[in-house]
Nanobody
Framework: QVQLVESGGGLVQAGGSLRLSCAAS????????MGWFRQAPGKEREFVAN???????????DYADSVKGRFTISRDNAKNMAYLQMNNLKPEEAAVYYC?????????????????WGQGTQITVSS
């Protein structure tokens, strides 16, 4: 069982930056791929980024096309933490951002691939 708690949301001006954090419980955090999704009002929850192990100490990060070059996902296994650094935020990126953990194989861009979800943190971007 893994419990996830997001933090770092808030109000930011367009073009600004925020860093989201995801605190995970459990002793096998390093075995899970970690993902970030977001959901705006009236829209489907969509993939933002994931990071997963591809070697002994090598991790691979994957991003939605819309955030490439502006968002960076990272993790600290020693602290059971995942992060999402978001730069140059746009008003249309206002949403609830969710952290998720996956023990499955696959692209990790799809919601069913994730086993555990946090409660989300709200991001508001003013224009």
């Amino acid at each position: 069982q893994v419990q996830l708690v997001e933090s770092g949301g808030g109000l930011v001006q367009a073009g600004g930056s925020l860093r989201l954090s995801c605190a995970a419980s459990g002793r096998t955090f390093s075995n899970y791929a970690m993902g970030w999704f977001r959901q705006a009002p009236g829209k489907e929850r969509e993939f933002v980024a994931n990071i997963r192990r591809i070697g002994d100490r090598t991790y691979y990060a994957d991003y939605a096309d819309s955030v490439k070059g502006r968002f960076t996902i990272s993790r600290d296994n020693a602290k059971n933490m995942a992060y999402l650094q978001m730069n140059n935020l746009k008003p249309e990126e206002a949403a609830v951002y969710y952290c998720a953990a996956s023990s499955r194989y696959g692209s990790r861009q799809l919601r069913p691939e994730y086993d555990y979800w946090g409660q989300g943190t709200q991001i508001t971007v003013s224009s």
